[in-house]
């Protein structure tokens, strides 16, 4: 288990695309191979970013920013905690492989 620390530097990266977890047995069931499905979702410019299938889960983000970024990919609504969405605070839950992030992880102790 990972532990989060640090502190967002709003770089406005992780609001640049709009991630969705799928149900990768469903998704393989339709497209047969996975390489199929990374060809069909490419024409719909929806990028597949992962898969974790001890879990069934298929990661993809589409490339929809938040309407919420001002010119300089700041959050306007990120000092108000009650206009900014759950997720928005919670995020990242892992890590997410953006340089830019004022976040880190490492492993947690367990006492």
């Known amino acids: 288990m990972l532990e989060r620390s640090g502190e967002c530097h709003q770089c406005g990266e992780c609001c640049q695309g709009l991630r969705l977890t799928a149900v990768l047995s469903q998704a393989l069931s339709q497209h047969r191979t996975m ?3 990374k060809l069909y979702y490419n024409y719909r410019n929806i990028k597949v970013i992962g898969t974790l299938p001890e879990k069934d889960y ?3 983000e589409l490339s929809i920013p ?3 970024l001002d010119p300089s990919n700041r959050c306007l609504v990120h000092d108000s905690p009650d206009l900014k969405p759950f997720l928005c605070h919670a995020y990242p839950t892992e890590p997410d492989n953006i340089p830019e992030c004022g976040y880190q992880f490492s492993p947690k102790t367990i006492l």
């Open 35 to 37: 390489d199929e499905l």
């Open 58 to 60: 298929l990661f993809l």
């Open 66 to 68: 938040c309407n919420q």
